[in-house]
């Protein structure tokens, strides 16, 4: 390959010194124009083929930074010799003009013919001119190609000079003298380049440029103004707060970055669409506008994510515990090295623009990866913290070890020549870490949101409490969703931003995309990740627009009629559950998922229920049957088992029943189903209340019947039909027992109705005198007369005495307790 690449740099050489001597000998030929046309078509030809095996070998060695530099150096060659050879036409050009003028234009109709000798060197000139002519545009044609194959190749090392970071490169020939004088010509290259384009503007299209100016200001105070309007709490920390709390102070923090951040974005990227929709940009220009607008971005990111992290004039708003002088100092630091890292970036786009030699790119790497690599072990050096004593306290061991590790691996890579990796390294810390820091303050800020009951306390829940009342769990759960999409919100948008910062490129991040979204196949069953996410938010939506006509349907329509509140639950939550059904219908046919293809899991979910399932169909069958048949219904007062309460919900697999000492039992349908349940308000609140009363013995009980009933008929309560009845019970073991029955319009009344009652049975029977007998019995001692008992004389003595003065008995059995003697 060397000695094929010699061999065709030694016969580019002689195809152009012979091309230069045809060239030089044109203007000094009068004779045989035609074969020294001939011979420079020739050339030219010889020097296109050239190019093209040029071309091939940028091709074949693109990876390879030292043929790109051989290669580059022989299309210099050809471009320069080019150029001068189109050099050297224009005399004979100028001659061959001159003589035409002299000899003037053709003779046209009516005027007297001119010589014959005139017109044939006429024409032989116009002749001569349009194939010299011809030849200058092959060989500009050819100068801009191989202009076009050098800046591809300057693509290609700046590129390779980028990806491979592990390649050294020799810096003295970037610390020469020569450096200075190539860096002052592109700067003077620069401002021509830029000072043209600004007068030209200014003096022949001010309008556009105005007009271009106005829209970008309006669009980034649009941007400015609504964030303003929603997150204006969070905008700028409140100096009248002493001890605002950690959500609101990461809050603070992450907006007072973003929304000024994004708004002067807005403002720039505005500016320069608008600037290119009125074709105000040149081709020269519009390069350097995007690098330069880029670069301001960056720092004012950088110097604003800092400020805001460190809030160097409000101590109580800091994420970070510093004092207020490394502050001031940590946020001047960070902002000199985003400045830094900026304007290497942006006079490698300029060098890349102009096509400037490598050596620039190198000493500009050079120099800007040092400083940043001194700004960061000035960082690691700051003292930050404060100990108990007030003393300056340096930062974390490991962490000032990291920056210390960092600034030097730069520095020393840069001086050993690996200004790839210098570069690479410096642009990551300054990029990649305001990214990454952006990000963990969203992460933090959304496990601030979620913690139990700090989204009750922000400023979305109270907006959202002026619309509908939300009670505290619901607040909470929206605070679990808001730190979900936060977090979700992050990674989607920092992990790009990071991959790009990397060496990746839109494509391949499309490309990822892509075949994530793309069919995932599993035996006969394929679904995509877009499908499944599609199938759940069409779910989503679904489930909100079922509870939402859940809502209307009981609020607005059956609200409006007589329907009982049992009928109208049921009929909300029948509705709730078919919408449910059809929106997951709806998801799994969005998601792309063939039912048909699920045979197998449904087989497997038969087998399952016809085993371990079979309690859980069972409940959630019975649970349709009360919901169809309502044997009950939400309030009604019923009796299952030895459970007695008010049914407060029915749900398909169990009822909620809460009892009258407000106890919750869950209870499972299928026990309401094949046990009896009794229903004191199934069809309607009407029922009969007993009332048990006992009298003593020799009682009135002609009287007492009487008194019973005006009672119970007197009570406003008692319905009069049917009438209220008193029953004489039966003779009892202590006392008459009566038993008052009456019937209640409403039977859950029957509390206070008891009670009623039974203060006026006592107050008339008071009254009356009549007693109401407390439970007693008589006891009867029988004495056997035929088998006397011999009683010790002792005992019968004590007994006597104990008979006689039980006190002086206690006394003498306390004594022989003591004194068994």
């Known amino acids: 390959m060397r000695a094929q690449f010699l061999s065709s740099r030694f016969r580019s050489r002689l195809a152009l010194a012979a091309f230069l001597l045809v060239a030089w000998a044109v203007p000094a030929l009068g004779q045989g124009t035609e074969s020294l046309l001939d011979s420079q078509r020739r050339q030219i030809a010889n020097v296109e083929r050239m190019v093209d095996t040029l071309d091939k070998q940028v091709d074949d060695q693109s990876t390879d930074d030292a043929k790109l530099v051989e290669v580059r150096v022989e299309l210099e060659r050809l471009a320069r010799a080019i150029f001068d050879a189109s050099l050297a036409f224009r005399p004979r050009l100028s001659e061959i003009n001159t003589r035409l003028e002299q000899l003037g234009a053709a003779r046209g109709e009516g005027e007297p013919a001119e010589p014959d000798e005139v017109?044939?060197?006429?024409?032989?000139?116009?002749?001569?001119?349009?194939?010299?002519?011809?030849?200058?545009?092959?060989?500009?044609?050819?100068?801009?190609?191989?202009?076009?194959?050098?800046?591809?190749?300057?693509?290609l090392r700046r590129d390779l000079f980028t990806r491979t970071l592990s390649r050294r490169y020799d810096i003295s020939a970037a610390l020469n003298t020569n450096v200075a004088g190539e860096f002052a010509a592109e700067m003077t290259r620069i401002y021509r380049v830029v000072s043209s384009w600004v007068s030209f503007t200014v003096q022949y299209r001010l309008k556009p440029l105005l007009l271009a100016t106005f829209l970008a200001l309006v669009a980034a105070?649009?941007?400015?103004?609504?964030?303003?309007?929603?997150?204006?709490?969070?905008?700028?920390?409140?100096p009248t707060q002493e001890a605002p709390t950690y959500l609101g102070r990461l809050s603070v923090a992450l907006f007072s970055t973003l929304i000024p951040s994004a708004s002067f974005a807005m403002l720039l990227a505005s500016a320069y669409y608008f600037?290119?929709?009125?074709?105000?940009?040149?081709?020269?220009?519009?390069?350097?506008?995007?690098?330069?607008?880029?670069?301001?971005?960056?720092?004012?990111?950088?110097?604003?994510?800092?400020?805001?992290?460190?809030?160097?004039?409000?101590a109580n708003w800091r994420l970070l515990p510093v004092h207020s002088q490394a502050a001031r100092r940590l946020v001047a630091l960070a902002g000199l090295t985003a400045a830094l890292t900026g304007f290497d970036y942006f006079m490698n786009s300029v060098y890349e623009l102009f096509g400037s030699p490598l050596s620039l790119t190198v000493a500009t790497s050079l120099l800007g990866t040092m400083g940043v690599g001194l700004l960061i072990l000035l960082i690691?050096?700051?003292?930050?913290?404060?100990?108990?004593?007030?003393?300056?306290?340096?930062?974390?061991?490991?962490?000032?070890?990291?920056?210390?590790a960092i600034g030097f691996a730069i520095i020393v890579s840069a001086i050993l020549g690996y200004?790839?990796?210098?570069?690479?390294?410096?642009?990551?810390?300054?990029?990649?870490?305001?990214?990454?820091a952006t990000m963990y303050i969203g992460v933090l800020t959304a496990g601030a949101v979620a913690s139990e009951g700090a989204f009750a306390k922000s400023w979305l829940a109270r907006r959202l409490e002026r619309y509908?009342?939300?009670?505290?769990?619901?607040?909470?759960?929206?605070?679990?969703?808001?730190?979900?999409v936060i977090n979700v919100m992050v990674v989607l948008i920092g992990l790009p931003l990071i991959l790009l910062q990397w060496g990746f490129r839109w494509a391949d991040l499309t490309a990822w995309g892509y075949r994530i979204a793309g069919q995932i196949q599993i035996g006969s069953l394929s679904f995509s990740i877009i499908g499944i996410l599609t199938g759940i938010l069409v779910f989503v939506l679904g489930y909100f627009f079922t509870r939402w006509f859940q809502a209307w349907l009981d609020g607005s329509v059956m609200s409006r009629s007589r329907m009982d509140s049992g009928v109208r639950n049921s009929i909300r939550t029948g509705v709730g559950y078919v919408g449910l059904v059809i929106a997951a219908l709806i998801g799994v046919s969005a998601a792309g998922i063939n039912l048909s293809n699920l045979a197998l899991v449904a087989g497997a979910l038969s087998l399952g229920i016809g085993f371990g399932l079979q309690n859980i169909v069972s409940n959630f069958v019975s649970g349709l049957i009360l919901l169809a048949e309502r044997p009950f219904k939400a309030g009604d007062w019923i009796v299952a088992g030895g459970v007695s309460g008010t049914v407060r919900k029915i749900s398909v697999r169990a009822t909620e029943i809460e009892t009258f000492q407000r106890q919750t039992v869950i209870l499972p349908n299928s026990e309401l189903i094949n046990a009896a349940v009794g229903n004191w308000t199934h069809k309607n609140k009407l029922g009969r209340m007993e009332l048990p009363v006992g009298v003593a013995y020799g009682s009135d009980v002609r009287r007492v019947h009487q008194i019973l009933m005006?009672?119970?008929?007197?009570?406003?309560?008692?319905?009069?039909?049917?009438?209220?009845?008193?029953?004489?019970?039966?003779?009892?073991?202590?006392?008459?027992?009566?038993?008052?029955?009456?019937?209640?319009?409403?039977?859950?009344?029957q509390l206070s109705v008891q009670n009623d009652i039974r203060f006026a049975i006592v107050d008339a029977f008071a009254a009356e005198?009549?007693?109401?007998?407390?439970?007693?019995?008589?006891?009867?001692?029988?004495?056997?007369?035929?088998?006397?008992?011999?009683?010790?004389?002792?005992?019968?003595?004590?007994e006597s005495e104990a008979a006689d003065d039980p006190a002086a008995a206690t006394k003498r059995r306390r004594r022989r307790k003591l004194d068994p003697e």
Not at 421 to 427: G, M, P, V
């Open 710 to 749: 005006e009672i119970a008929t007197g009570h406003p309560l008692v319905l009069k039909n049917p009438e209220p009845f008193v029953l004489f019970a039966g003779f009892g073991e202590s006392s008459l027992d009566f038993e008052i029955r009456v019937y209640l319009s409403d039977i859950l009344t």
């Open 275 to 314: 600037l290119d929709y009125f074709r105000l940009l040149r081709t020269d220009i519009a390069p350097l506008l995007f690098a330069l607008f880029s670069v301001v971005v960056l720092v004012f990111f950088v110097y604003r994510l800092a400020y805001s992290i460190l809030a160097p004039r409000m």
């Open 419 to 436: 200004i790839g990796f210098a570069r690479f390294l410096s642009q990551q810390v300054v990029v990649t870490g305001a990214i990454l």
């Open 769 to 798: 005198g009549i007693e109401i007998p407390f439970p007693q019995r008589d006891l009867h001692v029988r004495t056997v007369v035929n088998q006397p008992v011999q009683v010790p004389q002792e005992a019968t003595s004590s």
């Open 468 to 484: 509908s009342p939300f009670d505290e769990t619901t607040l909470d759960q929206l605070g679990l969703v808001t730190g979900m």
């Open 119 to 155: 017109s044939r060197e006429r024409t032989r000139l116009l002749d001569e001119k349009a194939s010299f002519n011809v030849l200058i545009g092959e060989a500009e044609r050819l100068s801009v190609r191989i202009s076009g194959v050098i800046d591809e190749i300057a693509q």
């Open 221 to 238: 105070l649009c941007l400015l103004v609504g964030g303003r309007r929603l997150f204006g709490d969070f905008m700028k920390p409140d």
């Open 380 to 404: 690691g050096n700051v003292k930050p913290f404060s100990d108990e004593e007030g003393q300056a306290k340096p930062w974390p061991t490991k962490f000032r070890y990291l920056l210390f």
